[in-house]
C-alpha cells in the first residue's frame, strides 16, 4: 500500500487529501484567511476517516507554489512539521500544475494555460500537456512558470484551454492564443486531490525532498523563503 498525504492553502481554498493506492479522499473548502486554524484539524480528520496516522503514510505533499505568499508559508510550515516528526518524505506539487490536471479531469482537453491572479495586474503562468496513460496522470510542463503582466506575454503558437483565477484577464490571454479557448474554468483552485494524483507519480519517480528542503515556490524576486525548524512533534 502507498499512502500520500497532500494538502493546498495557496489560495483562498484550503484542502487536504489522502491518496491511498489511487483512490483519493479530499476535503476541500472555501476559506479566505482561515487557513491557520482549518489546516491541522482537516489532517487530522482525514487521517481518522482513513484509520490511518501519520506513521502510515509514505510521504506528504504539498502545493509548493505560486500562490499567496502568506497562504504557502502555512503550508510549507505544518508539511516540515509534520514530515520532521514522523520522518516522512516531501514531495513538491506545482499549484498550476495541479489547476491543469483538474481542467483536464473535466472536459478531457490536454493542452491547458493555467494561471493564477498574482495580484498588481499580474499573474503566474505555466502551459501543461495533460494526458492519463494506463491509469497514470502525465501532466507535461510546455513553458515554465514565470509572474507577468498578462499583456507582456509572447503569443503561443498552441492552441490552450484556460484555467484558473489569473483567467480574469480573460481578453488579454485569449488575444495570445490562436483562437479563443473553448474553455476557460475560472472558478477552479489548486485542489489537494489533484495535487495528490500528481505526487504519486513523483513519488513512484523518487522526486522527493527532505522535510528541511520543503520549500515553497514564490517567483517574486523579492520573497524570500527563511527555513525554519519544525515545530511539531513525533506523534
Known amino acids: 500500500m502507498t499512502a500520500i498525504l497532500a494538502l493546498d492553502t495557496s489560495t483562498p ?16 473548502r472555501m476559506a479566505p484567511r482561515q487557513h491557520n486554524d482549518l489546516i491541522l484539524p482537516m489532517v487530522e480528520q482525514i487521517l481518522q476517516q482513513s484509520g490511518l496516522v501519520l506513521s502510515d ?7 509548493r507554489g505560486p500562490g499567496s505568499f502568506t497562504g504557502l508559508r502555512i503550508s510549507a510550515g505544518v508539511v516540515q512539521g509534520l514530515a520532521y516528526g514522523a520522518d516522512l518524505p516531501v514531495i513538491l506539487v506545482s499549484t498550476l500544475a495541479a489547476q491543469a490536471l483538474e481542467g ?7 493542452h491547458w494555460l493555467s494561471a493564477l491572479d498574482a495580484r498588481m495586474g499580474e499573474i503566474y503562468v505555466a502551459g501543461y500537456h495533460v494526458n492519463k496513460v494506463e491509469g497514470h496522470h502525465l501532466v507535461e510542463c510546455l513553458f515554465d512558470e514565470r509572474v507577468a503582466k498578462p499583456d507582456t506575454l509572447m503569443k503561443f503558437d498552441e492552441c490552450y484551454q484556460g484555467v484558473g483565477s489569473g483567467w480574469l484577464y480573460d481578453e488579454m490571454l485569449s488575444a495570445l492564443l490562436p483562437q479563443k479557448p473553448e474553455h476557460i474554468l475560472l472558478d477552479v483552485a489548486p485542489r489537494a486531490a489533484c495535487i495528490a494524483q500528481l505526487a504519486q507519480e513523483l513519488f ?8 528541511y528542503d520543503a520549500m515553497p515556490t514564490y517567483l517574486r524576486d523579492e520573497i524570500t523563503w527563511e527555513k525554519q525548524a519544525p515545530k511539531v512533534g513525533k506523534r
Do not use: M, P, Y
Not at 503514510?57 to 502545493?63: R, S, T, V
Not at 483536464?104 to 490536454?110: A, N, P, R
Open 57 to 63: 503514510l509514505d510521504a506528504i505533499a504539498f502545493g
Open 13 to 28: 481554498a484550503c484542502s487536504v487529501a489522502l491518496n491511498i493506492d489511487g483512490v483519493v479522499l479530499e476535503d476541500f
Open 104 to 110: 483536464f479531469q473535466k472536459t478531457g482537453k490536454h
Open 204 to 211: 513512484s519517480q523518487g522526486k522527493t525532498v527532505s522535510a
